[in-house]
């Protein structure tokens, strides 16, 4: 099996963009799945508020093998990171630092992304295993707040802006010292038509290239 931080570094350099599947269903993941991996997508999690998540991850992992990284987001308790791993799922999103999900994550042989908001819960996150870190919400701070955090927090700590995030404002989080992005609601809504989702997700990967 690959390395997981080699795995995630491969992926991550491909393309530094998280699509947030929240609300999708088993039935259109593989669909959702195809247009984003079309656009240049290579990192996809499914929120386990999702409906059946577990199923969605096992479908997407499936039809995307080789072309992306799927995984679970909203991952709260140690004990669902096994289940995210019997679907096939290979990424570990969480919205808070919980240092038991991060252990089992890494012990499972799982990617770690968990989110912080504070440089004590980055420092937390990267002692307890972290592959990167998840700024969430960034729309609770701003790009200054990020900048003044990359002066203590390691140079090679990737950290992903996460929550509010639009084509408008990457550069500014970009210039602040953030190598990636989640998108949530910008590029994805529940019964949102997958043209709509592929043209977007086009406009995102677009974006990302014209960034310094």
Same mark, same amino acid.
């Given at each position: ?62 039809? #995307?093998? +080789?072309? &992306?990284? @799927?995984? *679970? ?8 990171? !096994?289940?995210?791993? =019997? /679907? ?64 203590? #927090?390691? +140079?090679? &700590?990737? @950290?992903? *802006? ?8 990457? !550069?500014?989080?970009? =210039? /602040? ?36």
């Amino acid at each position: 099996m690959t390395d997981p931080a080699a795995r995630f570094a491969e992926a991550f350099d491909a393309c530094p963009l998280v699509a947030i599947l929240r609300g999708v269903t088993p039935a259109e993941a593989p669909e959702v799945g195809e247009a984003l991996v079309e656009a240049g997508f290579t990192l996809i999690e499914v929120p386990l508020n999702s409906p059946s998540p577990y199923d969605s991850i096992a479908r997407l992992a499936s039809r #995307l093998a +080789g072309r &992306a990284v @799927v995984g *679970a987001g909203t991952v709260l308790s140690p004990d669902q990171v !096994p289940r995210v791993a =019997a /679907a096939g799922g290979a990424l570990v999103v969480s919205p808070n630092t919980e240092p038991g999900v991060i252990r089992a994550t890494v012990e499972t042989g799982l990617i770690s992304l968990p989110g912080y908001f504070t440089p004590t819960e980055g420092f937390a996150a990267l002692a307890a295993g972290a592959h990167a870190l998840k700024l969430f919400p960034a729309e609770g701070g701003s790009p200054a707040f990020l900048k003044a955090q990359r002066a203590v #927090l390691p +140079g090679d &700590a990737k @950290v992903l *802006a996460v929550g509010g995030v639009t084509r408008e404002t990457m !550069p500014a989080w970009r =210039a /602040a010292g953030a190598d990636g992005f989640g998108l949530g609601s910008a590029l994805y809504s529940a019964g949102k038509p997958v043209e709509a989702i592929a043209r977007d997700a086009r406009r995102f990967t677009t974006a990302l290239l014209q960034l310094a």
